[in-house]
């Protein structure tokens, strides 16, 4: 039997509409799943723990009743292993908590749990979250990065091996990932989803992010860790979108650039206004501002591992001695420009049902030594927008270029409405 391929796996919704169509059996898309990790994973190396298929498959027979009769059916679920789970250690990419065994899981874990999800396993993540890699390749092209810092998570979904996977963003962790991978990826609006059990970086800019190949899956897990009602997935047509161009944030690629104007130029065919921010250099000031929120909470949140100095890589010591000399009235500026130019940002997009930004500055980086720039996720997440990456475009030698859409804050319902109408035309 051939192995299967990413493209030939059904993505979550799909799945599960064949599964309770009777076209197919939640155990064979499972050994589907198992076969895809098992003829990739030596390859893209996303796991950082997982169980195996007899573990899996013991797991699903011992409560088959209650996962054939849930909303997810025993289908898998990659977890980040910065997110707590109770069977599973946690490292957080860190020799320093090598062998840690969670009490109990994360909130997000559980009520995935409840629906009727089974945690394959833990994915790669950087170093607690920041920019020292694991040992991720990008599977669109294993001599890239896969960016950071969920890097396992995002790899897994993008190569077929699971149908969801959950990551978390400080800076760029989900988007960036999500773009350089070809795959959807997710931040809520900052405070949307709870956070407890996830080993925080910088309180004030951390959220809980999704990965799955539609737009659809997205919406469905929200509803599972929202605990809401699976009511029906809506698309919705936007009327206005304003675009934030690379150079407003910084240093962007030709290539970016390019498909930022192809996918203005999609939305015009479609009868869409289509308008530039005028942004007086407030969105490339937020990434200075977001560096330094994320510098001051960085080095208080980590106090305990910073009296292992020896098992920290350089660039996470390097930006805890910045938090440390940071005077906290620069800190404090920080948070309240962040708060003002959220503010600013929806008055001048008053009419707007979405923002236009690339996702990273261009194709995944060749090599495996870092994972990326994060610069053009940081003024959103400084404001707390919530932020979804979509596939679809890619450079002239096929490599995937991934575009965001950022919604205003506490309205990710809209956003993903919005996105899920765009996704088909990209």
């Not at 669109?140 to 979904?157: E, F, H, I």
């Amino acid at each position: 039997m051939s192995t299967p391929t990413a493209s030939s796996l059904p993505d979550l919704t799909s799945a599960l509409a064949a599964i309770n169509n009777g076209e197919t059996t939640a155990l064979a898309l499972i050994n589907q799943y198992f076969d895809r990790i098992d003829a990739r994973e030596a390859d893209v190396g996303a796991w950082q723990f997982r169980l195996s298929r007899e573990e899996y498959l013991a797991q699903y027979q011992q409560q088959r009743g209650f996962y054939e009769a849930s909303l997810l059916k025993g289908l898998p679920v990659a977890i980040k292993d910065i997110i707590d789970t109770a069977s599973m250690p946690t490292e957080m990419g860190s020799p320093i908590h090598k062998g840690r065994m969670p009490a109990e899981d994360a909130t997000c874990v559980e009520l995935l749990k409840r629906a009727g999800a089974i945690v394959l396993g833990k994915t790669v993540t950087t170093e607690f979250a920041y920019f020292k890699p694991g040992k991720t390749r990008n599977p669109a092209d294993l001599n890239r990065t896969p960016g950071g810092s969920s890097s396992g998570s995002a790899a897994a979904v993008a190569d077929g091996m699971v149908p969801m996977a959950l990551g978390s963003q400080t800076a760029a962790s989900v988007i960036r990932p999500a773009a350089y991978c070809g795959t959807l990826g997710y931040v809520g609006s900052r405070g949307e989803y709870s956070l407890r059990g996830g080993q925080p970086l910088a309180q004030s800019l951390d959220s809980l992010g999704l990965f799955a190949r539609q737009v659809s899956d997205l919406q469905l897990m929200r509803a599972v860790l929202l605990r809401s009602p699976v009511s029906e997935l809506t698309s919705i047509k936007p009327r206005r979108i304003v675009v934030c161009r690379g150079d407003q944030v910084g240093e962007t690629d030709p290539a970016m650039a390019a498909a930022i104007e192809r996918v203005c130029e999609i939305l015009r065919q479609q009868d869409i206004e289509v308008v530039t921010l005028d942004d007086q250099h407030r969105i490339q000031q937020l990434v200075t501002h977001h560096s330094q929120i994320m510098a001051w909470e960085v080095c208080r949140n980590l106090a305990r591992e910073s009296r292992y100095t020896d098992l920290l890589s350089a660039p996470l010591q390097a930006l805890m001695e910045t938090g440390l000399t940071m005077p906290r009235e620069e800190y404090l500026q920080s948070l309240e420009a962040a708060d003002a130019n959220r503010d600013w940002l929806w008055q001048t997009c008053a009419e707007a049902d979405a923002i236009l930004a690339p996702a990273a500055p261009g194709v995944a980086p060749l090599g495996h030594d870092k994972t990326g720039a994060p610069h053009m996720s940081r003024p959103w997440q400084a404001m707390g927008l919530p932020v979804i990456t979509l596939p679809g475009q890619t450079d002239e030698a096929g490599l995937p270029l991934g575009i965001q859409l950022i919604g205003r804050a506490r309205a990710d319902d809209r956003l993903l409405a919005v996105a899920r109408w765009l996704q088909p035309l990209l």
